[in-house]
């Protein structure tokens, strides 16, 4: 989630109940260690929106990477039976309305940057374990 929100301009509850993460731990007989993360894709509403309540008749601007914005020229804010979102019209007529989403979960940990800095941090993790079980069977530990 620290990594995601480095890059992302997403809310942390929004993308902790997105995601669906997974973990498999290395073992002795199988020396890969696994993490998968999947999800849905989370409402544009759940990350950096102006203006945040509905009746306002200005353009939304949506921010989905920290730093940058998009102007929904169409898109209003709504308060609907499910919550509060972005929609914008299908037709030209009133209805029907389709909520704008953004990003999935997955789709933010896959990010290169945000990639690269898991990878760095688990071989530290890994590096850091690999010498301390070599010093415990050089001490004379675990036999």
Do not use: C, W
């Not at 696994?34 to 989370?42: A, C, E, T």
Request: aromatic share 8%; no cysteine.
């Amino acid at each position: 989630v620290k990594r995601v929100k480095e890059v992302y301009a997403v809310q942390s509850n929004a993308f902790t109940g997105a995601a669906n993460m997974q973990i498999n731990k290395a073992t002795t007989s199988n020396l890969a260690g696994v993490v998968s993360f999947s999800g849905y894709k989370i409402p544009l509403y759940k990350f950096h929106v102006t203006p945040k309540v509905s009746g306002i008749n200005k353009t939304v601007k949506a921010a989905i990477k920290k730093g940058g914005g998009t102007l929904f020229e169409d898109a209003f804010i709504a308060n609907m039976p499910y919550g509060i979102g972005v929609f914008e019209r299908e037709t030209s007529r009133r209805f029907p309305v389709s909520e704008i989403m953004g990003l999935s979960a997955a789709q933010m940990v896959g990010n290169e940057s945000v990639v690269q800095e898991l990878q760095q941090e688990a071989q530290e993790l890994v590096n850091e374990r690999l010498e301390h079980e070599i010093e415990r069977i050089l001490n004379g530990y675990g036999r």
